[in-house]
T-cell receptor
């Protein structure tokens, strides 16, 4: 069966420090991968999505970047964190072949606090 | 721009009360519709989805949702809620692509 792993679960970082959040998927090949940010009262905001290795699409211009070095690995990064980067970050995957009616499978999330 | 609106941000009910959570979207084309749920301490997971056929769809745990195309709505319902339904509920819409747009979410608290 397919599983998605996301770590760390919580992270406290000072302003200006770098960030690296990792997400890996097991049990499937060539998944679509997503990074979302969940802010209180603001729902889920799509940050990045990827349909293949090295293919990253950004939905919102910001201080973050994403990379997909391997088929089932998706990394969210920042060179210098801002206070506004605080939030709950969710990784998700969906089966590429299903199209628009495929559901997303979410990771457990990372609570990032930038101080 | 395409958007998804959830009008009820916080809902508090007693057990056995009926539930209806609103979801509206702004798009006149073909859509695929989803409700996701996040129970306390658990992953966000799919509750139900609609992509064609009968506009009344049934999901897990007694939930159902009705797609009303003329109203651009996909409201979630449950006739009698339980304490275990306490969770955050998200409506999501695929506007002609595989990438869903999520609503702001509704926090439901059910008192025993």
């Amino acid at each position: 069966s397919q599983t998605i792993h996301q770590w760390p679960a919580t992270l406290v970082q000072p302003v200006g420090s770098p960030l690296s959040l990792e997400c890996t998927v097991e049990g499937t090949s060539n998944p679509n991968l997503y990074w979302y940010r969940q802010a209180a009262g603001r729902g889920l905001q799509l940050l990045f999505y990827s349909v293949g290795i090295g293919q990253i699409s950004s939905e919102v211009p910001q201080n973050l970047s994403a990379s997909r070095p391997q088929d089932r690995q998706f990394i969210l990064s920042s060179k210098k964190l801002l206070l506004s980067d605080s939030g709950f970050y969710l990784c998700a995957w969906s089966a590429a072949q299903g199209g628009a009616n495929e559901k997303l499978f979410f990771g457990s999330g990372t609570q990032l606090s930038v101080l | 721009a395409q958007s998804v609106s959830q009008h009820n941000h916080h809902v508090i009910l007693s057990e056995a009360a009926s539930l209806e959570l609103g979801c509206n979207y702004s798009y006149g084309g073909t859509v695929n519709l989803f409700w996701y749920v996040q129970y306390p301490g658990q992953h966000l997971q799919l509750l139900l989805k609609y992509f064609s056929g009968d506009p009344l769809v049934k999901g897990i745990k007694g939930f159902e949702a009705e797609f009303i195309k003329s109203k651009f709505s996909f409201n979630l319902r449950k006739p009698s809620v339980q304490w275990s339904d306490t969770a955050e509920y998200f409506c999501a819409v695929n506007f002609g692509s595989y990438i869903p747009t999520f609503g702001r979410g509704t926090s439901l608290i059910v008192h025993p």
